[in-house]
Nanobody, 122 residues
Framework: QVQLVESGGGLVQAGGSLRLSCAAS????????MGWFRQAPGKEREFVAA????????DYADSVKGRFTISRDNAKNTVYLQMNSLKPEDTAVYYC???????????????WGQGTQVTVSS
């Protein structure tokens, strides 16, 4: 069992930056691939970024490549999402998730956080 708690969301102007954190409970954190997903009002949940258990494999949605960076610290049971050059279209609730195997599909993730709101003003 893994429990996930996101933090770091907020309101930022376009072009600004935010760093999301996701703290995991349990001693098995390092076994899981971790993903970030987001959901805007009226839209389906979409993939943002994923990182495998060791951090050696990373993937990003085309819409965030070059602007967002996913990382993890297994010693701290935490995964991060650094978001730079934010755009109004990045506005959404951001969720972190843990699962196996490594995937960009939400159906492969077993554990989810409660989400953190990111709002980017124009």
């Amino acid at each position: 069992q893994v429990q996930l708690v996101e933090s770091g969301g907020g309101l930022v102007q376009a072009g600004g930056s935010l760093r999301l954190s996701c703290a995991a409970s349990g001693r098995t954190f390092s076994r899981y691939a971790m993903g970030w997903f987001r959901q805007a009002p009226g839209k389906e949940r979409e993939f943002v970024a994923a990182i495998n258990w060791s951090g050696a494999r990373l993937d990003y949605a085309d819409s965030v490549k070059g602007r967002f960076t996913i990382s993890r610290d297994n010693a701290k049971n935490t995964v991060y999402l650094q978001m730079n050059s934010l755009k109004p279209e990045d506005t959404a609730v951001y969720y972190c998730a843990a699962g196996t195997p490594y995937s960009d599909s939400p159906v492969n993730y077993d554990y989810w956080g409660q989400g953190t709101q990111v709002t980017v003003s124009s």
